[in-house]
């Protein structure tokens, strides 16, 4: 197994916040060999006691300090991404890259106001190995909670994400009158056909394609779900009517012009049920709405855009 600590800089004259100046420690200077295997089993029994990576920089933080000051540390990954910060970050700072068997864990950084000494250098550097297995296991933590909320299909939000969304949004609406949202149910037509005449592999594959252009015609603050099958919801947050009808326009047209089949000459298209936020309790009952909107545009002939209008869906457009 090769652990790697790549220190990638060491003080830089980049300009960094100054504020904090930390409590006095002893000094690494003074630490009997003793006392430094004191201080590393304290922080390994530490270090094992939480799979959140802000929980894990903060008891790094709070060790630390009490050998050598520190005024803070930073952590980030890309992938999973992951940040954290303990304490202030200040001018001189020294950097870890955290990989192992070739496997990249992110980039560690201990910042202060003066330079760090060698022997404080050796010390931090010391230490890496035993932080690198917790932050190993926090983000395999944070990559299985991420996995539990998409459909490894398309890539959406799942379900479970839904409901998780969607409480927050209801309750957000319900708490701020100018914060208003919609939801969109959209359901691509006649799938089974795909599937029977196509196969299921294709099948699979107008889902992802489908997947991908409701999440790119989005803005970032709005989500979008696997909600079944062939069936995709929409969140809007800040919505109205018209904003809403906009947006299921600009997807339903998108679907229509795309070539999705093998069959350059069959189009795929995509019905639409809107439900702009009305008062609702929660959100299986705005989602309802939406859902039966839905049925309204499949009933009226697929391919448009039904918004139902609280508490009845009676306004057709498209
Ligand atoms: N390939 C594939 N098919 C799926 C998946 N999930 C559900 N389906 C299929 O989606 C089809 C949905 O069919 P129906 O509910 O009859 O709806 P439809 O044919 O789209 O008809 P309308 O909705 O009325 O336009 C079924 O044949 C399911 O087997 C999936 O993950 N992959």
Not at 40 to 69: A, D, F, G, H, V
Not at 87 to 94: E, I
Not at 178 to 198: E, G
């Amino acid at each position: 197994m090769a652990n790697s600590f790549t220190q990638i800089s060491f003080g830089t004259n980049k300009a960094l916040p100054q504020t904090l100046v930390d409590a006095t420690p002893v000094s690494v200077e003074s630490l009997t060999p003793e006392k430094v295997v004191d201080f590393r089993l304290q922080l390994s029994s530490q270090l094992q006691t939480t799979l959140e990576i802000e929980q894990l920089i903060t008891i790094l933080y709070r060790q630390l300090k009490k050998i050598m000051p520190v005024s803070g540390i930073e952590y980030m990954c890309e992938k999973p991404h992951a940040k954290a910060i303990a304490g202030r970050l200040h001018k001189h700072r020294c950097c870890y890259q955290l990989s192992m068997d070739k496997m990249n864990f992110g980039e560690i950084i201990f910042t202060r106001n003066k330079r760090f000494s060698e022997k404080e250098l050796a010390t931090i550097e010391s230490m890496m190995d035993l932080v690198i297995f917790p932050i190993r296991n926090a983000l395999k933590h944070l990559e299985a909670l991420a996995c539990a909320m998409i459909d490894p299909l398309t890539g959406l939000y799942n379900r479970t994400a839904m409901s998780i969304s969607l409480t927050r949004e209801i309750e957000r609406a319900r708490r701020h009158e100018d914060q208003s949202i919609s939801i969109l149910a959209v359901d691509i037509d006649h799938f089974k056909s795909i599937n029977d005449r196509y196969g299921h592999l294709t099948g699979d594959n107008v889902l992802r394609q489908v997947a991908q252009i409701v999440q790119s015609s989005i803005r970032g603050c709005d989500a979008s779900f696997r909600w079944g099958g062939e069936e995709f919801l929409i969140c809007l947050s800040n919505s109205n009517a018209s904003l809403a009808h906009m947006v299921a326009e600009r997807i339903r047209e998108a679907i229509a012009d795309s070539t999705l089949l093998p069959d350059k000459e069959r189009q795929v298209t995509a019905s639409f049920g809107i439900a702009n936020y009305s008062n609702e309790s929660d959100w299986p009952a705005l989602v309802d709405r939406a859902d039966k909107a839905l049925y309204s545009a499949k009933a009226q002939g697929r391919n448009r855009t039904v918004t139902s209008l609280s508490p009845q869906v009676n306004s057709q457009f498209a």
